[in-house]
């Protein structure tokens, strides 16, 4: 089944060619747990990465892949939708239809938590100062005003 399959996710150095794998000097760092749908998002030197099992939001440094913190959003609902960062802060949607809000740093520090009141399986997107958060049933637009 589903956890018989190893996501290993490395971090290549610029630079690198051929066959990394031979190489080891391209390799900067390796995890051994990596997400299985949604992709990671690096801000600044953060790197964020959202467990499809169990909810858990994990932080590394992106040069070296130490880990800064690893936290539950929420009671640990899976995550498809990849996360995505704007202004200065990370939306990160759950399967039950729940966006929490947060910035990048040290520690995790909380905003908001949104529930869209249907399920979110699809990664938001960003255009012209609009966040669109697809829906199981409505495609919803959110601006300040």
């Known amino acids: 089944g589903y956890s018989r399959y190893i996501r290993r996710a490395y971090a290549i150095r610029p630079g690198a060619t051929g066959d990394i794998t031979a190489n080891k000097e391209s390799i900067a760092w390796m995890r051994e747990e990596a997400p299985y749908l949604s992709t990671p998002v690096i801000v600044d030197d953060q790197l964020f990465t959202y467990s499809t099992r169990g909810g858990i939001l994990a932080s590394y440094n992106a040069s070296t892949g130490a880990t800064l913190y690893q936290q539950r959003l929420g009671v640990g609902t899976p995550a498809s939708a990849s996360m995505v ?61």
């Open 85 to 145: 960062a704007a202004d200065g802060v990370i939306y990160a949607p759950n399967e039950d239809g729940e966006v929490f809000v947060f910035k990048p740093g040290a520690k995790y520090e909380q905003l908001a938590v949104n529930p869209m009141g249907e399920t979110v399986m699809a990664t938001p997107a960003i255009s012209d100062g609009t966040l669109y958060i697809r829906g199981a049933r409505f495609l919803y637009a959110i601006r300040r005003p």
